[in-house]
T-cell receptor
Framework: ELKVEQNPLFLSMQEGKNYTIYCNYS?????LYWYRQDPGKSLESLFV?????AVKQEGRLMASLDTKARLSTLHITAAVHDLSATYFC???????????FGEGTQLTVNP | NAGVTQTPKFQVLKTGQSMTLQCAQD?????MYWYRQDPGMGLRLIYY???????DKGEVPNGYNVSRLNKREFSLRLESAAPSQTSVYFC?????????????FGEGSWLTVV
């Protein structure tokens, strides 16, 4: 059974600082997804990582995938308040038909 | 283009009542999903349908039934609601495109069972 773990689960940081959220998963997969969720809202797709070594960047967020280590990171550079949200990683199973989600990382960026 | 539409958005049920959550997508996707979201647990898959006419259990199927009525619609039924089914429910559909698989979520249905 595929298990996905994120850490930290809660992250409070100051504006302007850098930090990394980690996503570990338990079985082989080449596809990993990052989502953002604002309170009371649905999930918004951030990144789709499709192969080992994949790196994608959008604004102050950069995601990477190491399939050998079964690890993805979401790096936040010079955080701003608008990045406050809950971030989820999700891993596609071997059949390509299901996504398993991590518990989510609740990020709060303080002025 | 409406994407994935769920109804109702909010519902309060009494223990033992039944209800159906409706979901429809207008993107011609084959695969559709029902997830539930509880605090600190991420999203957990209840049931999914890889194609019209097929349904499969996910991680937490007990207490739920589903129907893939046609390619567009995938409904989730609670036959006898229990307080443990208080949750936020998300329907989603899946498309494989050139950039990988993209999953589109509905806006969510907030269900409270008292």
């Amino acid at each position: 059974e595929l298990k996905v773990e994120q850490n930290p689960l809660f992250l409070s940081m100051q504006e302007g600082k850098n930090y990394t959220i980690y996503c570990n998963y338990s079985t082989t997969s080449d596809r990993l997804y990052w989502y953002r969720q604002d309170p009371g809202k649905s999930l918004e797709s951030l990144f789709v990582l499709l192969s080992n070594g994949a790196v994608k960047q959008e604004g102050r967020l950069m995601a990477s995938l190491d399939t050998k280590a079964r690890l993805s990171t979401l790096h936040i550079t010079a955080a701003v308040h608008d990045l406050s949200a809950t971030y989820f990683c999700a891993v596609e199973d071997g059949s390509g038909s299901r996504l398993t989600f991590g518990e989510g990382t609740q990020l709060t960026v303080n002025p | 283009n409406a994407g994935v539409t769920q109804t109702p958005k909010f519902q309060v049920l009494k223990t033992g009542q039944s209800m159906t959550l409706q979901c429809a997508q207008d993107m011609n996707h084959n695969s559709m999903y029902w997830y539930r979201q509880d605090p600190g647990m991420g999203l957990r898959l209840i049931y999914y349908s890889a194609s019209e006419g097929t349904t499969d259990k996910g991680e937490v199927p007990n207490g739920y039934n589903v129907s893939r009525l046609n390619k567009r619609e995938f409904s989730l039924r609670l036959e006898s609601a229990a307080p443990s089914q208080t949750s936020v429910y998300f329907c989603a559909s899946w498309a494989a495109d050139a950039s990988g698989n993209t999953i589109y979520f509905g806006e969510g249905s907030w269900l409270t069972v008292v």
